[in-house]
């Protein structure tokens, strides 16, 4: 079956440092990942996807991530942190593409904490 | 812009209970879920639903739960006997067409069974 893992369940980056959220899948196909961010007391909300076209997406909100089938690995980065970056994020993934509707595969989710 | 409404934000329930949540997904989607998130763990799939009847359901959506599109806008979630183990956070969400992959999550609705 396909899954995600998102390593660290917490990380804390300062205001203007580096974000790195990692994730990794497992898939016998080609997949299809995402990242989804929740704020507070809000639903989930896409941040950007990968479908098998440029290795390297972009999403909202300065964020990216690229595809490296490789090392299995959607790592999410952000060049620079703010404060209203701090929420929780959630790789996922679409199981057994053909044979799916849809739905997604959730990650564990990292809390992000940015720190003034 | 168009979203994904859920109700109630909160509901508090014991345990036994019935207990229904509604949602109205994105009126020109197809694709109907739910998910749910116990506090502290990850967002877990429950159910699909497409063309008025389930597509793919987990095995956490035993016969404790039902689904039911009861007309042309509502999507609504029903647990007949509520367990302490219920308590969550259940999000509803829709998508337009598949693979697309960009579901639409509304707020969320807690529940809590005491």
């Known amino acids: 079956a396909q899954s995600v893992t998102q390593l660290g369940s917490h990380v804390s980056v300062s205001e203007g440092a580096l974000v790195l959220l990692r994730c990794n899948y497992s898939s016998s196909v080609p997949p299809y990942l995402f990242w989804y961010v929740q704020y507070p007391n809000q639903g989930l909300q896409l941040l950007l996807k990968y479908t098998s076209a440029a290795t390297l997406v972009k999403g909202i909100n300065g964020f990216e991530a690229e595809f490296k089938k490789s090392e299995t690995s959607f790592h999410l980065t952000k060049p620079s942190a703010h404060m209203s970056d701090a929420a929780e994020y959630f790789c996922?993934?679409?199981?057994?593409?053909?044979?799916?509707?849809?739905?997604?595969?959730f990650g564990k989710g990292t809390k992000l904490s940015v720190k003034p | 812009e168009p979203e994904v409404t859920q109700t109630p934000s909160h509901q508090v329930t014991q345990m036994g209970q019935e207990v229904i949540l509604r949602c109205v997904p994105i009126s020109n989607h197809l694709y109907f879920y739910w998910y749910r998130q116990i506090l502290g763990q990850k967002v877990e799939f429950l159910v699909s639903f497409y063309n008025n009847e389930i597509s793919e359901k987990s095995e956490i959506f035993d016969d404790q739960f039902s689904v039911e599109r009861p007309d042309g806008s509502n999507f609504t979630l029903k647990i007949r006997s509520t367990k302490l183990e219920d308590s969550a956070m259940y999000f509803c969400?829709?998508?337009?067409?598949?693979?697309?992959?960009?579901?639409?999550f509304g707020e969320g609705s807690r529940l809590t069974v005491l």
């Open positions: 996922a993934v679409i199981p057994n593409y053909g044979g799916s509707q849809g739905n997604l595969i």
């Open positions: 969400a829709s998508i337009a067409g598949r693979y697309t992959g960009e579901l639409f």
